[in-house]
C-alpha cells in the first residue's frame, strides 16, 4: 500500500510543478502517468506564449516597416540638408579629416616648371575687358580677332581660335536668351529668377553702398586715387599693437570660431602661396593693377583662411535653369567681410577674397592646401561633406596660425573611373580621360574648358544665365548629409581593394537616372530644359501664380 | 522621424527597440512549441539577415526622402533581393531541416 500523502506534500513535491503549456513533454511520457495528470484545459484568450509569437511575428514586420519609414524621414529631414545646420559649431563637419592627412593634395606634385596664372588666364578678367571695350566703342566683334587689343587679344591669338569663337559665341547667346526670357521664360523660371536676383542684385553687386564686403576697387573708383593692400588690409587696424595669441593654435582655434559663426559650414587655414596668385592683378590698383602691379607679393600677406558654404541642395539639383551659385555666394561673401573686420579689430591686417571677382587668387588651390577637399574632373574642388557642392571664400592675413595639411581621400581616384559629370555636361568641356593629361602651370590637371563652359553658362534659361552647375548637381560627392551618405563617405577612402568605390561607381551608374546632356539645354538651343531633379515645390510657378503651364518638368521627382 | 517634436522620436525608437525582443521572444517560443532545437549561432545569423534586410529597406526609403525614389526602389530590389533568398536558405537550412522531420 502506497503511502498516502498529504496536502503539504503534494504542493512540495517537485514532480507535480510543470509548465501550464508543457504539451510537448508531456507527450514523451508514459501514456499510464499521463492519464493520471490530465492536461488542464487550454484558458480562453491568448496565452502569454501565444502572444510572443503572434507579437514576435508582428513586430519583425513592423521593423521592416518602421524602418523604412525611419529612413524615409531621415531622407526628408532638414537635417540633411548639409550646411543648413541648426548651430553654429560645425555641426555639419561630420567628415573626420584627421587620419587622411597629407603633406600634398591630390595631383599637387609639379611635373614641370610651376608658373603663376597670368590674369588673362581668369575667364571673367577677359570678358570684362572685351565688355569695356565694346561699350567704348574701342573694338567690336565684328573686327575680328586680329585687332582685339591687349593682352586679352594677345591671349586668344595664343590660343586654340575655338575659344575666341566660343567667347564670341557667348556673347550672342547672351542676347537670344534676353530675349527669350522676355518672350516667356520669365513665367516659368519666375520664382528662380527672383530668387537669383535678389542675392545678384542686393547681396552682391547692389551699387547703393550698402555691399558686403568693402572692396578696394569701388574705392578707388571713388576717390581715383590707387589704394596698395598695404593700405587697404590695414584700414580698419586702430590698435598700437596687434593682439598677441598664446599660440598659433590658440589662433587657428579662434579664427575657425569666428569663422563658424559667421555660417560657414567649413573652415581650414593654410600658409599664402604666392604660385597660386595671379600676376598683374591687384584690387584697388589703377585698372585693378593689369598694367602696374607684375609679380608683386604683398609682405603681410603670410595666411589664408579658407571657408565655404554649400549652394542650397534642391536648387542644385535642379540645374540649369532652377539653380544659382549666388545664394553661397552671397554667405561665404558676408562671411569674408566679417571675418576681415573681425582680424583687423584685433590689430591684424586682412583682406578678403570673395565671389563673384574679387579675387587675386585661384581659390581652388587654397582650398585643396587647407585641407578642405580635393580636385576634381571638373575642375571644381570637392570636400568629402558637400561634394562639388562648396563655395569658398578666404581672408589673407599675417597672424601665425597652426596650419592645417592637406588631406586625400580618394576623390580624385574615384574621379579617374567616375566619368558622370563628363558625360552630363552639357557643352562638353570636362575632360573624358581616365587620368589628368593636360600639365596646366607646371601641375597635371583635366583641363577644363572654360570657354565651352562659359558658352553653356549664357545659354541658360534664367535672365542673367550665369552658371550651368549639372556636374555639382550630378557628382557623386554632392549628396546629403544621411547615414547611407555617411557609410559611403567613410568606408570607401579606407578600402585598400576599392571594391567599394566600384560597388557605389556601379549603383551610382544603374541606379540613378540622369537625362542625356543634350537634353540639359534651353529649349532654343536644341534642348529640354531637363534637371537631374525636377524643381523644388517652391520654384514651380505653376504652383503659385495665375499663369498658363506651357511646359513640362523632366527629371527625377 | 517627427520633425518639430522632443519626445516621439524617442518613444518610436524605444517602441523599435522593444519590438526586436519581441521577435526574438517570439522565435524562440515557436522553436519551443514546435520542437525545434536550433543553435544559438544560428540564431544570431538569421536575426543578422533580418536586420541587414531592415536596414537596405531603411536605405532605399532613405534614398526616396531624398526624392532618389528610383535609386531608392532599386537599392531595395538589387539588395533586398539576395537578403531573401539568404533568409529562405537560413530557414530551410537552419529551422525547416529534415532531421526534425525524421523526429518528429
Redesign the interface.
Known amino acids: 500500500m502506497s503511502k498516502e500523502k498529504d496536502a503539504l506534500e503534494i504542493i512540495g513535491d517537485p514532480a507535480n510543478f510543470r509548465s501550464r ?1 508543457d504539451h ?1 513533454a508531456s507527450l514523451d511520457k508514459d501514456p499510464d502517468t499521463v492519464s493520471e495528470h490530465p492536461p488542464e484545459p487550454e484558458k480562453k484568450g491568448l496565452s502569454r ?1 501565444g502572444f ?6 508582428a ?2 514586420a ?3 516597416g ?13 537635417d ?1 540638408y548639409t550646411g543648413y545646420n541648426r548651430t553654429y559649431q560645425g555641426g555639419d563637419m561630420f567628415f573626420n579629416r584627421e587620419p587622411f592627412r597629407v603633406d600634398l593634395p591630390t595631383f599637387f606634385e609639379p611635373v614641370g616648371p610651376v608658373e603663376r596664372p597670368d590674369w588673362t588666364e581668369y575667364l571673367f578678367q577677359r570678358k570684362h575687358v572685351i565688355m569695356e571695350l565694346i561699350q567704348k566703342g574701342e573694338w567690336t566683334p565684328d573686327m575680328g580677332l586680329k585687332k582685339l587689343p591687349g593682352p586679352v587679344g594677345d591671349h586668344y591669338r595664343s590660343r586654340p581660335r575655338d575659344q575666341y569663337d566660343n567667347m564670341m559665341l557667348s556673347l550672342e547667346k547672351s542676347v537670344t536668351r534676353a530675349e527669350a526670357w522676355r518672350a516667356g521664360k520669365h513665367k516659368r523660371y519666375a520664382i528662380a529668377d527672383a530668387y537669383n536676383s535678389s542675392f545678384r542684385s542686393t547681396g552682391m553687386y547692389n551699387r547703393y553702398g550698402s555691399t558686403i564686403p568693402e572692396e578696394p576697387t569701388e574705392k578707388h573708383m571713388e576717390t581715383g586715387k590707387p589704394i596698395p593692400p598695404e593700405e587697404w588690409d590695414f584700414r580698419h587696424i586702430w590698435r598700437k599693437e596687434p593682439m598677441a595669441f598664446k599660440s598659433p593654435k590658440h589662433a587657428s582655434k579662434l579664427i575657425k570660431r569666428m569663422a563658424h559663426m559667421y555660417g560657414m559650414s567649413l573652415v581650414g587655414i593654410t600658409k599664402f602661396d604666392p604660385r597660386f596668385m595671379f600676376k598683374g592683378l591687384m584690387r584697388g590698383m589703377a585698372h585693378q593693377g593689369h598694367d602696374s602691379w607684375g609679380d608683386k607679393v604683398p609682405g603681410h600677406w603670410k595666411s589664408i583662411i579658407v571657408f565655404g558654404v554649400p549652394m542650397y541642395w ?1 536648387s542644385t ?1 535642379a540645374a540649369v535653369g532652377y539653380s544659382t551659385s549666388f545664394d553661397a555666394y552671397f554667405r561665404s561673401r558676408c562671411a569674408s567681410g566679417l571675418l576681415e573686420r573681425f582680424i583687423q579689430e584685433l590689430g591684424y591686417p586682412a583682406r578678403a577674397q570673395f565671389p563673384g571677382h574679387n579675387y587675386e587668387i585661384m581659390m581652388s588651390p587654397f582650398v585643396q592646401l587647407a585641407g578642405l577637399g580635393e580636385y576634381s574632373r571638373a575642375g571644381v574642388v570637392m570636400v568629402p561633406e558637400l561634394g562639388a557642392n562648396f563655395r569658398p571664400a578666404a581672408v589673407i592675413t599675417d597672424i601665425e596660425f597652426e596650419y592645417d595639411k592637406p588631406i586625400s581621400v580618394r576623390m580624385a581616384d574615384f574621379c579617374k573611373k567616375c566619368k558622370i559629370c563628363a558625360k552630363a555636361c552639357p557643352s562638353g568641356a570636362i575632360p573624358k580621360t581616365d587620368e589628368p593629361e593636360t600639365v596646366v602651370r607646371g601641375f597635371k590637371r583635366w583641363k577644363l574648358d572654360e570657354e565651352k563652359c562659359h558658352l553653356q553658362w549664357c545659354s541658360g534659361p534664367t535672365s542673367d544665365g550665369l552658371g550651368c552647375r549639372v556636374c555639382i548637381g550630378v557628382c557623386p560627392y554632392s ?2 548629409n ?3 551618405h555617411t557609410i559611403s563617405r567613410e568606408l570607401e577612402p579606407r578600402d585598400p581593394t576599392h571594391l567599394v568605390s566600384t560597388g557605389l561607381l556601379a ?1 551610382q551608374t ?4 540622369y537625362p542625356e546632356a543634350e537634353e540639359f539645354k534651353s529649349d532654343w538651343d536644341g534642348g529640354k530644359e531637363a534637371n537631374y ?1 525636377k524643381a523644388p515645390w517652391w520654384m514651380r510657378s505653376d504652383n503659385f501664380f495665375e499663369i498658363e503651364k506651357t511646359w513640362e518638368y523632366h527629371g ?2 | 522621424m517627427f520633425p518639430g517634436t522632443t519626445i516621439l522620436n524617442y518613444l518610436f525608437w524605444m517602441a523599435m527597440g522593444a519590438m526586436q525582443v519581441t521577435i526574438v521572444l517570439g522565435a524562440r517560443a515557436w522553436l519551443e512549441d514546435t520542437g525545434r532545437k536550433v543553435p544559438w549561432w544560428q540564431m544570431v545569423l538569421m536575426y543578422g539577415c533580418f536586420l541587414s534586410f531592415t536596414a537596405v529597406v531603411a536605405g532605399g526609403f532613405t534614398l526616396a526622402g531624398e526624392f532618389e525614389s528610383r535609386a531608392g526602389w532599386y537599392f531595395i530590389g538589387f539588395l533586398g533581393v539576395p537578403h531573401i533568398i539568404a533568409g529562405a536558405g537560413m530557414l530551410k537550412l537552419f529551422v525547416f531541416k529534415k532531421t526534425d522531420m525524421i523526429e518528429s
Open positions: 503549456t510537448l506564449r510572443l509569437k503572434i507579437g514576435g511575428a513586430a519583425a513592423a521593423t521592416v518602421g524602418a523604412g519609414a525611419a529612413g524615409f524621414a531621415i531622407g526628408r529631414s532638414d540633411a534642391d539639383y549628396r546629403k544621411t547615414w547611407i549603383m544603374n541606379f540613378f537616372k531633379h527625377m521627382e
